[in-house]
């Protein structure tokens, strides 16, 4: 999916670039709710090639795919692959990471369960060759 | 916009027909989330002209746009014109509607916020007239 093709599948405002050491990549992070809501909302636009480092969160979080191809990987399982329309309910505590294909932009929304739980906990790396595996 | 530009909007999986008497018109409820999640997500597809009574949510509701034209009014106050990528944020108590406007396809995620607090409370349809005077 070429930049082009990706404004049309974006709806919600892609924000600013948001500058991270837990990212490979660049990412757009758009805060949908305001400061400090019980239930914060990110809109989260990945780069091809994006992802985040292996974290885990202390509440959980509900990923809802809108837009290109990107990938979720628990921690001793597969990677699943992810398009528009997928639903992804992380587990508290579990580590994973999530981010796009070599090829694709990918976008989502990523909701906070629990958020009152605490931060989520950041990781490693996913290591390049793992990544680079990935069809 | 007509039935085949709804399908170039529609992300989430539209579901199954939602019968409901606090629904004038047609509606689509797809729960996302598992029964019981600790945050209940539906995505919600109005046929044009579709819009639910008046109501209120004991925790609040977030909408977020993904296709289609619509509105979203709080008791007392004008009704808001929403499109693709409006976020709304519906305090808890506060009585209000959101559906379709007359010509468009609406489609919206809806986010419970504390759900833990109890159901909506569901009150009176929305006056005809008033509707009907929407642009």
């Known amino acids: 999916m070429c930049m082009e093709d990706l404004s049309k599948s ?27 809501s019980a239930l914060p909302i990110a809109n989260v636009t990945f780069e091809p090639g994006c992802r985040n480092s292996w974290h885990k969160h202390a509440g959980g979080q509900i990923l809802l ?5 990107g990938y979720y990987q628990e921690w001793g399982k597969p990677a699943q692959e992810l398009h528009p329309g997928d639903v992804v309910g ?8 999530h981010g796009a294909a ?24 996913v290591a390049d060759a793992d990544y680079d595996a990935l069809k």
Chains 1, 2 share one sequence.
């Open 10 to 36: 974006v709806i919600f405002p892609i924000g600013g670039k948001f500058e991270s050491k837990n990212f490979a990549g660049t990412v757009w992070v758009n805060m949908l709710t305001p400061v400090g």
């Open 65 to 69: 795919v809108t837009g290109g191809r």
């Open 90 to 97: 992380i587990p508290a505590e579990v580590k994973h990471w």
């Open 102 to 125: 070599k090829d694709s932009w990918f976008v989502h929304l990523a909701i906070e369960v629990h958020p009152e739980k605490g931060p989520a906990t950041w990781l490693e790396p």
